[in-house]
Nanobody, 122 residues
Framework: QVQLVGSGGGLVQAGGSLRLSCAAS????????MGWFRQAPGKEREFVAA?????????YYADSVKGRFTISRDNAKNTVYLQMNSLKPEDTAVYYC??????????????WGQGTQVTVSS
C-alpha cells in the first residue's frame, strides 16, 4: 500500500510542454513499478507510460505518446515524473499516477493518485 499525490497539470497551448510529478510515501518505493494513465471525458482510462522498479527502470510508452513523453523516477525523492513535450489537444485528460508490484498489475491491483488535469488548447 502506497500513497500517491500527483501534481503539475495545467493549461498549455498545442506544442507546449508540461512536467507532471507524483510523490509517493513508503519506504519500498524503489521496488514498485510506476506508471501514468490518463482519462478524457467520456472515455476509458488508458495507459500512457510506465517504468519498472527494483533498479532496472525500463520504460514503456503508448504509441500515441512515444517520442514526445518521457517517464523517469527519482527513488531518493520517492517521485516519478512525466515530461510531456509537443503536446496535442488530444492529450487533454486527467492524468493519474499509479504504483504496482509489477507493470502488468496496474489495473488489477495498483495504487492510484488523485489525478491532475492537463488541458491542451489548439
Amino acid at each position: 500500500q502506497v500513497q500517491l499525490v500527483g501534481s503539475g497539470g495545467g493549461l498549455v497551448q498545442a506544442g507546449g510542454s508540461l512536467r507532471l510529478s507524483c510523490a509517493a510515501s513508503g519506504r519500498t518505493f524503489s521496488s514498485y513499478a510506476m506508471g501514468w494513465f490518463r482519462q478524457a471525458p467520456g472515455k476509458e482510462r488508458e495507459f500512457v507510460a510506465a517504468i519498472s522498479g527494483s533498479g532496472r527502470s525500463s520504460t514503456y510508452y503508448a504509441d500515441s505518446v512515444k517520442g514526445r513523453f518521457t517517464i523517469s523516477r527519482d527513488n531518493a525523492k520517492n517521485t516519478v515524473y512525466l515530461q510531456m513535450n509537443s503536446l496535442k489537444p488530444e492529450d487533454t485528460a486527467v492524468y493519474y499516477c499509479a504504483a504496482s508490484t509489477h507493470i502488468p498489475t496496474f489495473m488489477s491491483g495498483g495504487s492510484w493518485g488523485q489525478g491532475t488535469q492537463v488541458t491542451v488548447s489548439s
